[in-house]
């Protein structure tokens, strides 16, 4: 669904490809990351809770997606009704990066078998702050940026969550 949207709203508005490709690349690396979790830790090992929030956040990110690239379509048709529905979705969307982020430290979840808890916990807490302070960051840009560089740089902040995030787990499994 993603994958179409970006495609339409491509079509409809190619000066704007860039935001398009950035939202689909998104939605991309999030199953990516979901599918590798579920490869490198047997299910059975998961918690009920952490099981639901992997589900729940994948869900969460897609659904992010649609309604944001729908949006975006709807208004590129000329369907839209202003900015402030523009603005109002995209604090409501920072808002939810930002409660995901602060979930992310409480799902810990049985610690035999892995890292060292206090590095466990280290990675579970350095990315609830990434991804809370891209939801701030996210929901700064929808308040007080105009709309149209609002959409770009917001994508971009939680695009870098992600790289960041990403990167600081590609480091602590290639390091042990």
């Known amino acids: 669904m993603v994958a179409g949207l970006g495609a339409a709203n ?8 860039r935001t398009w490709l950035i939202g689909m ?25 952490e099981h639901r929030f992997v589900a729940l956040s994948a869900v969460t990110a897609g659904l992010m997606l649609v309604v944001s690239l729908g949006t975006s379509l709807v208004d590129a048709i000329g369907l839209g009704g202003g900015t402030l529905p523009q603005r109002a979705w995209g604090v409501a969307m920072g808002l939810m990066l930002m409660v995901i982020g602060n979930a992310v430290p409480k799902v810990i979840g049985p610690l ?9 916990q280290s990675e579970q807490r350095f990315s609830g702050w990434v991804f809370t302070l891209a939801g701030l960051a996210y929901t700064t840009l ?19 969550a992600l790289v960041l995030v990403l990167a ?6 290639f390091k042990s």
């Open 25 to 49: 690349g998104t939605m991309v690396a999030v199953w990516l990351v979901v599918t590798l979790l579920g490869r490198m830790k047997r299910t059975s090992s998961q918690t009920e809770s």
């Open 168 to 173: 600081r787990l590609a480091w602590r499994v």
């Open 112 to 120: 035999e078998g892995r890292c060292s808890p206090a590095k466990w």
């Open 142 to 160: 929808w308040v007080f940026a105009p709309v149209a560089h609002a959409a770009d740089a917001s994508m971009l902040a939680c695009a870098a």
């Open 10 to 17: 491509w079509y409809v508005k190619p000066e704007r490809a």
